[in-house]
């Protein structure tokens, strides 16, 4: 069977050195992945560009970089530790364990049909859509577990004190309780040192309102920004890095006037979908997507979805909307919960109308990870360059700004003192920051495509003229169109097309 266009984007990551299995020589660890050396370069690159233009480029946003693992009360306060869970469902055919939020819906007492196992070749069976009105997203039967709240926190222990002895001693007083009491027993023991790793970076910047308004001497309408690795054992894992259990999000918390709100959330909805056209994805797979009034927390007054057309491969064929981005209105929720929990004055006071508010946020948290399958899934081209050879490339469409290598250097041949010419000028490019790469090994065309097909927007090579005329060709990876330019002041030359 023909290899779909995803199953040639995980190869070409892995053969390339974009993205590998986590510990893959110990057989790999479920929905764990490792950035190679171009994986790790595109990656940056896009976080570069997140905190360029969120950050840098904006005089009312500063950044943050909080801890992993904080204060226990926060994720009490954020409702994380009560609420921050998924109904869980096990197919009780396939085995398989999947979200039933997540679960494709049928009409509860409908026919359903589906083969034993879920297997291809299994017995044809026929089943009848329970009155939860979903079915097995495997296999499509209807025997299904009742739902289980699964907390999604990863959880781990803080302090000298390993909780495991305390247990024990425990033991033996626990044999004569019931159930839950034994529950209730452990959690007390577990709960002393319990602590969380952070599910999301939103909330770092929440506890640091005040040290932020107090020392960065910010007035609403203003932004904390963050990126960095959140953590969430999730149920259902697939599609390569969509979903995972250690990711890293860029996220914006933006601190307003009430009443400013709505206009604000218009802003931030149009400047996120733009950021991603803005680095060349393809606006026909964008979209946005409104949260309807049964999708909002209880605490949000809008939501907003940015979505990427994935070539991922699904029953129905032809690619599936995922997230990348949610924009939210989250009103002044957090900040009032932060306050009631810890008995401080989180709001801010407008000395020249004398008015004190709690700022309501506009929340724009994207992916890093996703962001990264989505440019790498959006770059990804079979050119037919000459149909008659049946000559087709394949080519990464990298905006510059996000290519992993900004330009390849090649001696034409390995004499006439042309490696030295071109090791010189991807020296000279190294030095001024411009990430570069030297090869010398095969035939030049054979050069040209293993760089289009990571997505290098320009070649340059060194040939005899280079000799005479101190000048190199250029020859663009979208084009392949070739021209010839002085040698002297490359990088400038290089610097400014990046610009
Ligand atoms: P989903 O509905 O897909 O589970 P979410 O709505 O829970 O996502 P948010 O809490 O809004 O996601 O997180 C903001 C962003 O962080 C998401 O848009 C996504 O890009 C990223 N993200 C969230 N969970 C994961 C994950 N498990 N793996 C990779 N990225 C994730």
Redesign the pocket.
């Known amino acids: 069977m023909a290899e779909s266009t995803m199953q040639k984007i995980v190869s070409l990551a892995k053969r390339r050195g974009f993205i590998f299995q986590s510990s893959e020589i110990y057989g790999g660890l479920k929905a764990c992945y490792d950035y190679g050396p171009l994986g790790v370069e595109l990656k940056r690159n896009i976080k570069d560009a997140w905190w360029r233009d969120t950050v840098h480029r904006r005089e009312d946003v500063v950044g943050l970089d909080c801890s992993i693992i904080m204060h226990p009360d926060v994720w009490k306060a954020s409702g994380h530790l009560a609420g921050f869970s998924d109904p869980l469902v096990d197919c009780r055919n396939c085995k398989e364990r999947f979200r039933a939020d997540k679960a494709p819906r049928a009409e509860p007492a409908s026919k359903t049909l589906y083969r034993e196992g879920g297997k291809k070749d299994g017995k044809k069976l026929e089943g009848v859509v329970g009155p939860q009105g979903y079915v097995c997203p495997v296999c499509g039967s209807g025997d299904l577990s009742p739902e289980r709240q699964f907390n999604l926190m990863f959880r781990t222990s803080l302090g000298p004190v390993d909780p495991m002895q305390e247990i024990l001693d425990a033991v033996d007083d626990i044999h004569a309780l019931d159930a839950k009491a034994r529950r209730e027993k452990l959690w007390s023991i577990i709960e002393q040192t319990a602590v969380y790793l952070r599910p999301?970076t939103a909330q770092g910047m929440f506890v640091n309102f005040l040290n932020v308004l107090n020392s960065a001497r910010m007035k609403p309408p203003f932004g904390i920004a963050q990126c960095g690795k959140s953590y969430?054992n999730?149920i259902t894992t697939s599609n390569l890095?969509?979903?995972?259990?250690e990711?890293e999000?860029m996220e914006l918390e933006f601190f307003v006037e009430p009443g400013t709100d709505e206009k604000w959330y218009e802003y931030w909805r149009k400047t996120r979908l733009d950021w991603y056209t803005s680095l060349g994805m393809n606006p026909g797979r964008l979209r946005l997507r409104d949260h309807d009034q049964s999708e909002l927390a209880h605490y949000a007054k809008a939501c907003v979805d940015i979505e990427y057309f994935f070539p991922f491969e699904n029953p129905q064929g032809g690619g599936e909307w995922g997230?990348?981005?949610?924009i939210a209105n989250r009103t002044d929720y957090d900040l009032k919960r932060h306050a009631e929990f810890t008995g401080k004055e989180l709001s801010y006071f407008e000395t020249e109308t004398k008015n004190r508010y709690v700022p309501y946020v506009i929340e724009p948290?994207?992916?890093a990870?996703?962001a990264t399958l989505a440019f790498l899934c959006d770059a990804y081209d079979e050119e037919a360059v000459d149909a008659e050879k049946n000559d087709v490339r394949t080519v990464l469409r990298f905006h510059p700004r996000i290519a992993p290598v900004k330009v390849a250097v090649f001696p034409l041949v390995k004499k006439d003192g042309m490696p030295e010419k071109a090791k010189e000028v991807t020296r000279e490019l190294l030095a001024e920051g411009i990430n570069s790469f030297y090869d010398e090994s095969g035939a030049i065309g054979r050069r040209y495509r293993r760089m289009d097909e990571v997505g290098t927007p320009w070649c340059v090579t060194i040939d005899t003229d280079t000799l005479s005329s101190g000048t190199v060709t250029v020859r663009e990876r979208d084009s392949m169109e070739q021209s010839r330019i002085p040698m002297g002041g490359i990088a400038q030359y290089f610097r400014n097309r990046l610009k």
Do not use: I, V
Request: glycine fraction near 10%; hydrophobic fraction near 25%; charge should be negative.
């Open positions: 999301e969430r999730e890095t969509f979903r995972t259990c990711f999000q997230e990348l981005e949610g948290a994207a992916g990870d996703r």
